[in-house]
């Protein structure tokens, strides 16, 4: 099985087979968005099975509401139009618990859903965590504070707000390890309680490797 992740929780872009070792690949991202099916298919010509993205900023890291547009909705979308076309029967998307609400970040996540549904992919999972915990590249001291802060709440968050509660990335991670390569056709999405339980279902063959090629800015 191959398959390719875009994106860091690795939250990135990537292509993955099972039974050898992984590899990197640096893209230019603005040329991804001009020319999708030549970059990729030049940087992985075997082509994937399945296609990942994790990738995601914020508009206070990305600078603005355009440059958080760009980053979040086209380079997503750029990357799964030239895995489609590369071959990829499956595309699983890390958005964000709310997607489509109300305010600019849902607004974009709503919208980079919408747009891969369209092209056509055999199979779509859509990721929505709530608040994720773990280590980031680039830490904030409110971030962290938040974290905890989520961490103590989460368990008292029960019904409808259960998916805003806070979940570890690595949680996440196996999930969408044992979502890949998964037959069945059709479109679904996961909140918190399914990423869970899907992870504990992967536990067992969480050390099985996976060939990820994974593409970074």
């Known amino acids: 099985m191959r398959s390719l992740l875009h994106g860091p929780i690795p939250l990135s872009p990537a292509w993955t087979r099972r039974k050898s070792s992984g590899s990197d690949l640096v893209i230019d991202f603005e040329h991804l968005c001009t020319a999708p099916e030549m970059t990729l298919r030049n940087a992985v010509p075997s082509g994937a099975d399945v296609a990942i993205s994790c990738l995601g900023t914020t508009i206070r890291a990305a600078g603005s509401q355009a440059a958080m547009f760009r980053v979040d909705h086209d380079y997503v979308l750029a990357f799964a139009r030239g895995a489609h076309a590369s071959g990829a029967r499956q595309f699983i998307l890390v958005s964000s618990v709310g997607a489509g609400g109300p305010g600019f970040y ?50 008292l968050m029960v ?59």
């Open 106 to 155: 849902l607004r974009t996540k709503g919208a980079i859903e919408r747009d891969i549904r369209a092209l056509g992919f055999s199979r779509v999972d859509i990721i929505r965590p709530g608040m994720l915990l773990g280590q980031r590249a680039e830490a904030q001291p409110m971030e962290a504070i938040g974290q905890r802060l989520a961490t103590v709440l989460t368990p």
């Open 159 to 217: 019904g409808r707000l259960a998916g805003y509660g806070a979940i570890h990335a690595e949680t996440v991670a196996k999930a969408i390890d044992g979502l890949v390569s998964r037959a069945a056709d059709g479109c679904r999405t996961y909140d918190n309680a399914d990423l869970r339980r899907i992870a504990s279902q992967t536990a067992n063959s969480w050390n099985d490797p996976v060939r990820t090629t994974e593409i970074r800015n």
